[in-house]
């Protein structure tokens, strides 16, 4: 799957910018995501349609080619997973909606979920250029962590992406436990590739595994991590930057290397095609072979090297990228 946004998505947004500031929004987004950095949630940093869009101009395009490639990890782990319906929390501008109904355009209904009015009044004005399901989809405002909160229709498919960031430790636990309890076949949790987006998820998997979750992405076992700080787990996705998409990010390169980490947990009812390992870091060519760090299914971290001498294994290995199941 490409992490290039779709074209409607791509040009409901350039019709958003026609006419606008772009020193402003790139102001703006600098404001908002360095208050995202400080942990904050975006009910206090998007406060206007101004702060939605600069977002959407500076981050969604790096958080849909995340979304991307885990959604479609987790479709090759879970090749029968056929999700009808969607629940995104903490959607801001329905950035992994969007996501979901490319690898799942089967999906019948989706709520999306979010304390920022100008980012669910984005999601709409976005939405309306997308599938049927993304345009008629239900937007609701709520805080994830309100003690009082109403409970959440169920979905097949739950998502949280870039959400746990922006909510206060203690209440972390309480909502990963909502959100699973709203899930129906497969929770997805994505976080920035950082040892603390690390740290949040490693936290979320032992909640999950102890819930009676099956992990169905990124690790090929329901063991202790074998990682050892400062080391930590975290994959990379490469996407390409527009003009406006340089500006608003104040870059000169044309691309952007997008670190995230993410957990795929399912339920009983949803088949895992179980794999050995994961590749944990971009491979390492030489002339006599290649080296790749791996994490395999007995729960070790292992160093592998592949001869070139032995063409079946070689022949596979070259092909393995960071990030990518054997």
């Not at 740290?199 to 992990?215: C, M």
Request: one cysteine or more; proline letters at 9%; charged letters at 20%.
């Amino acid at each position: 799957m490409s992490p290039d946004l779709p074209g409607p998505l791509r040009g409901a947004i350039e019709a958003r910018l026609e006419g606008v500031s772009r020193r402003d929004l790139a102001e703006r987004a600098a404001r908002v995501s360095a208050a995202y950095r400080g942990g904050a949630g975006s009910a206090g940093v998007v406060l206007t349609p101004d702060d939605a869009l600069a977002y959407a101009l500076a981050r969604l395009p790096a958080t849909y080619a995340a979304d991307m490639a885990v959604f479609s990890a987790l479709a090759e782990a879970c090749p029968d997973f056929a999700p009808a319906t969607l629940l995104d929390a903490g959607a801001g501008p329905g950035t992994a909606s969007w996501a979901a109904l490319e690898v799942w355009p089967q999906i019948e209904a989706a709520l999306l979920l979010d304390e920022s009015g100008p980012f669910l009044d984005l999601a709409r004005i976005l939405g309306e250029a997308g599938p049927p399901v993304l345009a008629g989809a239900e937007r609701r405002r709520a805080n994830l962590t309100a003690a009082q909160a109403e409970a959440w229709p169920r979905a097949e498919l739950v998502v949280a992406s870039y959400v746990l960031a922006e909510i206060p430790l203690p209440a972390q636990g309480a909502l990963v436990d909502r959100l699973w309890a709203a899930c129906e076949g497969v929770l997805v949790l994505v976080e920035p590739g950082t040892p603390a987006g690390y740290q949040r998820i490693l936290a979320a998997r032992t909640q999950l595994i102890e819930a009676g979750a099956r992990l169905a992405g990124p690790c090929p076992h329901a063991q202790a991590c074998p990682l050892i700080a400062p080391d930590w787990c975290h994959f990379v996705q490469r996407l390409p930057r527009s003009r406006d998409h340089r500006l608003a990010k104040g870059a000169d390169a044309p691309f952007e290397d997008e670190k995230f980490i993410w957990l795929a947990a399912a339920r009983d009812t949803v088949a895992i095609t179980p794999f050995e390992a994961r590749v944990l870091a971009p491979p390492r060519q030489a002339k006599p072979g290649i080296d790749l760090k791996l994490c395999v299914e007995t729960g070790a971290l292992e160093q592998r090297f592949v001869a070139r001498r032995n063409k079946p294994a070689y022949a596979v290995a070259r092909r393995l990228d960071w990030g990518d199941a054997i």
